[in-house]
């Protein structure tokens, strides 16, 4: 799409942005105290529980601002890279760098005993997976666990916070209530509970804590009182104090629930879009140049341990919200429908030599969990296809460990297929002269639209089609 004439006064909403500007910090070098009683300017002792991907970042940051920092892990790797000064998360920017220096300055360390942690802390922060079970119901193995690994450190004036994604009631009825079984202390009036959603996105972290506001809940007042001051001396972003830890916990599942319903629609309408011949890239930018309409990229599938787990929070406790539980059900029919394809396209599966790039459930991040690209070796192989893969992030044995034949980068082979499951920039760079046999592109994410293909090599997209990404050269690449 390409504006011919009268481009809007104000920027063009054609692509949007979802980068605002990073807020400067305007903290105070703060007074640090014992015990803390959040009063604004004085900072205390930190734990967090659950030093992975998200909780080593928020260790970082809290230690930036002058909290003394214990990250507790049940992983002893985890808690030795940290007291060495390193990070055990490779791909987060800024991140090795970050523990490196608070590391040094003495304000992070690592443990493994959380109640020795907890009892000299003045806040506890919860950052450990809650993931479903085979029922996809919540699976709260790590967060008990969690949950009871602390109780013996909890003392009076300590707060409590839950940054992991819970379903709506469960810091009040369910962990709240553990902790007070456990103490015999009284939450809320001895000790404080409070929950505040992690909204960050891997890979944007640091830049994501400077700018989305910060929701948080109490189970009382003073509960949200005290979490709200501890993130203020913490963040640079907004604060935003929420009637109750429930309208925190619902935001949090509302947020990731509309855009998995969002992509679902955006896959439905990638659907129409090839069977009435146009470029959904370019429907959706006409569609999103309207302020009020944020239609989302569609895929081959949504992974990951949150946007298709979290709907399933919700749908735990309210099995009757029909739209979160169509849209759950479109967004993982997106591997059957290109399997269809596949099969229709090479006239069958049986022993065709495919090769499917990104296995991580998107590029950049090495997480596993939920990975489109699971279903989809296991659902190839079962028709019988020879399935190899590759990904940047992954070594041969973790290939071979997912159920495919490890490729090689850069070496000739014959496939008759390529599957993209990620977005990885790499495979703007595949060599295809290396692949004579190759008749098929499924790119399940629609990030290869723009390559020169050989004319023997049919490009499928999702909602793009050959002719539609021709037809439209100026529309931008989706992501
Ligand atoms: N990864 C994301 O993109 C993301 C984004 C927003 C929110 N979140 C939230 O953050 C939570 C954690 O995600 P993550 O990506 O950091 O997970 P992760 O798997 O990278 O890290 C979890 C860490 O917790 C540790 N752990 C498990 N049980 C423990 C216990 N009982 N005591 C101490 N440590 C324990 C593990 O060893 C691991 O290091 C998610 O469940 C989700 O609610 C994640």
Same mark, same amino acid.
């Given at each position: 799409m390409t504006i011919v004439s009268r481009p809007t006064r104000i920027v063009s909403f054609l692509g949007g942005s979802i980068n605002p500007p990073a807020n400067l910090c305007t903290h105070r070098t703060p007074r640090s105290v014992? $015990? =803390?009683?959040?009063? $604004?300017g004085t900072v205390g002792r930190a734990v967090v529980v659950g030093a992975g991907k998200m909780g080593l970042p928020l260790a970082v940051q809290f230690a930036r601002h002058g909290w003394k920092v214990t990250a507790v892990d049940v992983n002893p790797d985890v808690v030795a890279a940290i007291n060495e000064g390193?990070?055990?998360?490779? #791909?987060? $920017?800024g991140l090795a760098e970050g523990v490196a220096e608070v590391h040094a300055a003495g304000r992070l360390h690592a443990a493994a005993d959380a109640a020795a942690a907890v009892r000299d802390a003045d806040v506890a922060v919860l950052i450990v997976p809650v993931m479903l079970d085979d029922a996809q119901q919540p699976d709260y193995r790590y967060m008990d666990s969690a949950v009871d690994s602390i109780s013996g450190g909890i003392h009076p004036g300590v707060t409590v916070i839950f940054e992991t994604t819970l379903p709506v009631g469960d810091t009040r009825g369910r962990f709240a209530p553990r902790l007070e079984a456990a103490t015999g202390l009284k939450a809320d009036t001895d000790f404080f509970v409070a929950f505040s959603p992690e909204r960050l996105y891997s890979g944007a972290v640091f830049a994501n804590l400077s700018t989305y506001p910060k929701l948080v809940g109490g189970i009382g007042p003073e509960s949200g009182r005290r979490a709200a001051n501890f993130y203020d001396s913490v963040l640079d972003a907004e604060i935003v104090k929420m009637s109750c830890a429930e309208a925190a916990e619902f935001s949090k599942i509302a947020d990731t629930t509309y855009r998995d319903v969002n992509i679902a629609l955006a896959n439905d309408f990638a659907l129409y879009a090839d069977r009435v011949g146009v470029d959904i890239q370019e429907v959706i930018d006409g569609a999103n140049s309207q302020p009020y309409s944020h239609i989302h990229q569609p895929g081959i599938g949504v992974g990951g341990h949150c946007i298709p787990v979290y709907p399933h929070l919700l749908l735990s406790r309210a099995p009757d919200l029909e739209v979160v539980a169509v849209s759950r059900r479109t967004n993982d029919a997106q591997v059957g429908n290109a399997i269809k394809s596949l099969e229709t396209r090479l006239g069958g599966l049986d022993e065709v030599p495919i090769l499917v790039l990104g296995?991580?459930?998107?590029?950049?991040?090495k997480e596993l969990a939920y990975s489109r690209a699971l279903p989809l070796i296991e659902r190839l192989s079962f028709h019988g296809a020879d399935v190899s893969a590759y990904d940047p992030l992954l070594s041969a044995e973790e290939i071979e460990r997912n159920c495919a034949t490890p490729y090689t980068w850069g070496r000739p082979a014959p496939f008759r297929a390529i599957v993209t499951q990620t977005a990885d920039r790499? =495979?703007? #760079?595949?060599?295809?002269?290396?692949?004579?046999d190759l008749e098929l592109i499924l790119d399940g994410r629609n990030s290869l639209r723009g390559i020169d293909l050989p004319a023997r090599v049919r490009y499928v997209g999702i909602g793009v089609q050959d002719a539609t990404r021709r037809r439209s050269p100026d529309a931008s690449a989706s992501s």
């Amino acid at each position: 799409m390409t504006i011919v004439s009268r481009p809007t006064r104000i920027v063009s909403f054609l692509g949007g942005s979802i980068n605002p500007p990073a807020n400067l910090c305007t903290h105070r070098t703060p007074r640090s105290v014992k $015990p =803390w009683r959040a009063v $604004p300017g004085t900072v205390g002792r930190a734990v967090v529980v659950g030093a992975g991907k998200m909780g080593l970042p928020l260790a970082v940051q809290f230690a930036r601002h002058g909290w003394k920092v214990t990250a507790v892990d049940v992983n002893p790797d985890v808690v030795a890279a940290i007291n060495e000064g390193r990070s055990h998360v490779a #791909e987060e $920017p800024g991140l090795a760098e970050g523990v490196a220096e608070v590391h040094a300055a003495g304000r992070l360390h690592a443990a493994a005993d959380a109640a020795a942690a907890v009892r000299d802390a003045d806040v506890a922060v919860l950052i450990v997976p809650v993931m479903l079970d085979d029922a996809q119901q919540p699976d709260y193995r790590y967060m008990d666990s969690a949950v009871d690994s602390i109780s013996g450190g909890i003392h009076p004036g300590v707060t409590v916070i839950f940054e992991t994604t819970l379903p709506v009631g469960d810091t009040r009825g369910r962990f709240a209530p553990r902790l007070e079984a456990a103490t015999g202390l009284k939450a809320d009036t001895d000790f404080f509970v409070a929950f505040s959603p992690e909204r960050l996105y891997s890979g944007a972290v640091f830049a994501n804590l400077s700018t989305y506001p910060k929701l948080v809940g109490g189970i009382g007042p003073e509960s949200g009182r005290r979490a709200a001051n501890f993130y203020d001396s913490v963040l640079d972003a907004e604060i935003v104090k929420m009637s109750c830890a429930e309208a925190a916990e619902f935001s949090k599942i509302a947020d990731t629930t509309y855009r998995d319903v969002n992509i679902a629609l955006a896959n439905d309408f990638a659907l129409y879009a090839d069977r009435v011949g146009v470029d959904i890239q370019e429907v959706i930018d006409g569609a999103n140049s309207q302020p009020y309409s944020h239609i989302h990229q569609p895929g081959i599938g949504v992974g990951g341990h949150c946007i298709p787990v979290y709907p399933h929070l919700l749908l735990s406790r309210a099995p009757d919200l029909e739209v979160v539980a169509v849209s759950r059900r479109t967004n993982d029919a997106q591997v059957g429908n290109a399997i269809k394809s596949l099969e229709t396209r090479l006239g069958g599966l049986d022993e065709v030599p495919i090769l499917v790039l990104g296995l991580t459930y998107r590029e950049n991040v090495k997480e596993l969990a939920y990975s489109r690209a699971l279903p989809l070796i296991e659902r190839l192989s079962f028709h019988g296809a020879d399935v190899s893969a590759y990904d940047p992030l992954l070594s041969a044995e973790e290939i071979e460990r997912n159920c495919a034949t490890p490729y090689t980068w850069g070496r000739p082979a014959p496939f008759r297929a390529i599957v993209t499951q990620t977005a990885d920039r790499l =495979w703007e #760079e595949i060599d295809l002269s290396l692949f004579p046999d190759l008749e098929l592109i499924l790119d399940g994410r629609n990030s290869l639209r723009g390559i020169d293909l050989p004319a023997r090599v049919r490009y499928v997209g999702i909602g793009v089609q050959d002719a539609t990404r021709r037809r439209s050269p100026d529309a931008s690449a989706s992501s």
